[in-house]
């Protein structure tokens, strides 16, 4: 396993990582766009795939290979990113590559992010809290007809 050691401009310390192709982009504002995170990456490499987590102000995007990723870590390292005057703060993601539900139907891996339970993750609790809610709802409506 090979770790990449990088200063980080926001702390001043010394991060050790596993490099990954998925970068993890935080405080990402409404105002910010798919296109300006575009802009952010562009100049190191292919981007595949862009996925904005507007609830969460965070985007993940997956770069063509590794050193293309690497090689915008280490820039940004040393460089504060922002983007239309607001500071992101990237990192590599534990993840080392993302799927859609499709690509994972197909059989890819059990290592790859499955998207839409990123995007729609709920705990058990929270999801037996909402299914009883509604449950008491409609139970209450019925009763009244």
Not at 24 to 35: A, F, K, L, Q, T
Not at 60 to 75: C, G, I, K, R, T
Not at 79 to 106: A, C, D, K, W
Request: proline share 3%; net charge negative; charged share 15%.
């Amino acid at each position: 396993m090979i770790y990449v050691m990088y200063n980080d401009v926001n702390s001043g310390n010394f991060i050790m990582t596993e490099p990954s192709k998925v970068i993890h982009v935080r405080n990402v504002g409404h105002e910010i766009s798919e296109p300006d995170l575009l802009q952010l990456f562009q100049p190191f490499g292919v981007i595949n795939k862009l996925v904005m987590l507007r609830a969460k102000n965070q985007a993940l995007l997956q770069m063509q290979d590794v050193p293309s990723a690497v090689n915008a870590m280490q820039f940004y390292a040393n460089v504060q990113p922002s983007i239309r005057g607001r500071n992101v703060y990237v990192q590599f993601s534990s993840h080392q590559e993302l799927t859609t539900m499709e690509q994972n139907t197909q059989g890819r891996g059990d290592e790859e992010v499955d998207i839409f339970k990123i995007l729609f993750s709920l705990s058990l609790s929270s999801f037996l809290y909402l299914f009883f809610s509604i449950h008491s709802i409609l139970f209450s409506l019925f009763c009244l007809l």
